[in-house]
């Protein structure tokens, strides 16, 4: 093991030593796994992006504040110029739907800053056929851009159910199709649907959660925040490379804390 994979290991330890202990129908609900969760699943066509009021507002901003700061990924620009921000936000917010920073979306929740997305999203390094798991659905604003690569299939999992619900709601009448909802505790991942080839997670957990990177493809990636709340938080990303988890730390960043029993209980699962 070279020097570089030794502290990446060491570096491992530390970071999983918390983990021991468009129609107009209404989303499928139907049970799920052991973990006592709901599945809401969109079924429709991706829509073609209209010209409307907010189209120069949304190209300025991939121009400005995503393309400027090294975003180079041709498929995810094209993705961040097409989703309609605007309509993943509460009406009070219109007005900064393209500004450069989180908007709140209730029950303690944000949507996140659009040059984070569009970060995050390219450095999940997706290519066609690749299955994607999200931790925290929030408004859909994410699994949405990741639905406009069109050629991933999106399994998003979202722990408060009025987001979960409006969310699949939202999708479903935008008309993004391979993007499956779940309303559950994201710590657990998605056992059902494993393996993935990447996971992205908004939310920050104080630890890498083990049941994610039992989930993960070989040659897979995990982006994710990790950092205690109101800490300081950094980016990660972590690639398993030869069977080995090899870890990658990109700075600073801050998201709202990962919630849910699983934080606390560990990599044990909840009783059925």
Known sequence: M???????????VFLLAGCAGKA?????????SPVKTQILQ????????????YLGHRLRMVEET??????????????????????????????QAYDDHPLPIGYGQTISQPYIVAWMTELLELEAGDRVLEIGTGSGYQAAVLAELGTVDIYSIEIIPELAQSAAQ??????YTDVHVRQGDGYYGWAEAAPFDAII??????????????QLAEGGSIVIPIGPPGGYQSLWRFVIEDNELVA?????????????????????????
């Open 42 to 53: 969109t079924t429709s066509v991706v829509p073609t992006s209209s010209p409307g009021p």
């Open 66 to 95: 995503i393309v400027d700061r090294g975003v180079a990924d041709e498929d995810v620009l094209r993705a961040m110029r097409t989703v309609p921000r605007h309509l993943f936000v509460p009406q009070q917010y219109l007005a």
């Open 2 to 12: 070279n020097l570089t994979k030794l502290q990446s290991f060491a570096l491992l």
């Open 201 to 214: 997670v908004t939310a920050a957990p104080d630890h890498l959660p083990a049941p994610l990177v039992s």
């Open 170 to 175: 939202r999708l479903m009448d935008l008309g």
């Open 248 to 272: 990658y730390n990109l700075g600073g960043v801050s998201f709202v804390p990962f919630t849910g029993g699983g934080i606390q209980q560990g990599d044990q699962m909840p009783a059925p």
């Open 24 to 32: 107009p129908a209404q989303p499928t609900i139907t049970p799920a």
